[in-house]
């Protein structure tokens, strides 16, 4: 199968290019610094030609509420048109579990908007909403520093390492469509505040942490519900302390 993967050079791209090309597959990273950009559309006819499959994996260079809502918009149409065109008969994506409970954040209003453009575009669809990534721990630690102290929420996350999510993602690629959305998710679930502790500790990272559940995710207040998963998800093999020792965080 020849299978196109949108932002095949990013953490998960690059991952899930790997698998593919193990399992025997033509795969080409389009993304662009490979001269295809899916908000512009240049090059998007060219990268498609003979596509069975279209993997969008890319993210936006801005997080910034407009900016972002208007990449995942843009995109999505842009891939939606090229691929009918194309003739391609599976369009796979990855969101982000709860993005329907988090509309407060432009984050997440942008990614709900690329589902609705995928859902109704016409080009049958399979949709994978994975949680926070290992890697992005770090982060969402950093997210809540002022000074010397880290204020963090103690509701749930459910994180996993990239490597499981791309995985379930390529196994998804060359599966038929399924026109749902399913969702992955690592194999522990534990406070946010716990798991950016471990991590900050890992880092001997020296800023006191405080518990606080007004400090919210990104600006949103969270609940034990809004970012783990229903039931049923996939689930990821490598535990946080497992992805702590062999990372280079
Ligand atoms: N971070 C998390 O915890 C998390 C959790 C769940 C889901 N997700 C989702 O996972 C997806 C992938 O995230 P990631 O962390 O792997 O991304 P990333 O490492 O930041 O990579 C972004 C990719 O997007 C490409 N890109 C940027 N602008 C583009 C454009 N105009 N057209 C085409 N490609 C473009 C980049 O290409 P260049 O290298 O050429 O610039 C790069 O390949 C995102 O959709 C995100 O919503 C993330």
Request: glycine residues 10%.
């Given at each position: 199968?020849?299978?196109v993967v949108i932002g095949g050079t990013g953490?998960?791209g ?14 080409l990273s389009a993304s662009p610094r490979s001269g295809v950009n899916a908000v512009t559309g240049e090059g998007l006819q060219t990268a498609l ?5 279209v993997?969008d994996v890319a993210n936006a260079p801005s997080?910034?509420?407009?900016a972002v809502?208007e990449f995942f918009e843009k995109s999505a149409r842009n891939l939606a048109a090229a691929e ?30 690329q ?135």
């Amino acid at each position: 199968m020849k299978i196109v993967v949108i932002g095949g050079t990013g953490l998960i791209g690059t991952q899930v290019c790997k698998r593919l090309r193990e399992g025997g597959h033509d795969v080409l990273s389009a993304s662009p610094r490979s001269g295809v950009n899916a908000v512009t559309g240049e090059g998007l006819q060219t990268a498609l030609k003979g596509a069975d499959v279209v993997v969008d994996v890319a993210n936006a260079p801005s997080f910034e509420d407009a900016a972002v809502l208007e990449f995942f918009e843009k995109s999505a149409r842009n891939l939606a048109a090229a691929e009918k065109t194309a003739g391609v008969k599976h369009h796979v994506a990855l969101s982000v579990v709860g993005t329907d409970r988090m509309l407060e954040s432009g984050y997440f209003r942008a990614k709900m908007a690329q589902e609705e453009i995928i859902r109704k575009a016409g080009v049958p669809w399979s949709i994978l909403r994975a949680t926070q990534f290992f890697e992005f721990i770090g982060a969402i630690a950093q997210s809540g520093a002022r000074g010397d102290t880290i204020r963090l929420t103690s509701a749930a996350l459910q994180p996993i390492a990239s490597v499981d999510v791309a995985a379930a993602m390529a196994n998804i690629a060359v599966a038929p469509p399924t026109g749902k959305i399913e969702e992955v998710a690592g194999p522990d679930k534990q406070p946010l505040v716990s798991f950016a502790t471990t991590y900050l500790q890992h880092t001997k990272d020296q800023r006191q942490v405080i518990t606080d559940d007004q400090a919210g995710y990104y600006g949103a207040i969270i609940d034990d519900q809004s970012l783990t998963p229903g039931a049923n998800p996939i689930l990821g093999k490598i535990h946080f302390d497992q992805w702590l020792k062999s990372s280079s965080a």
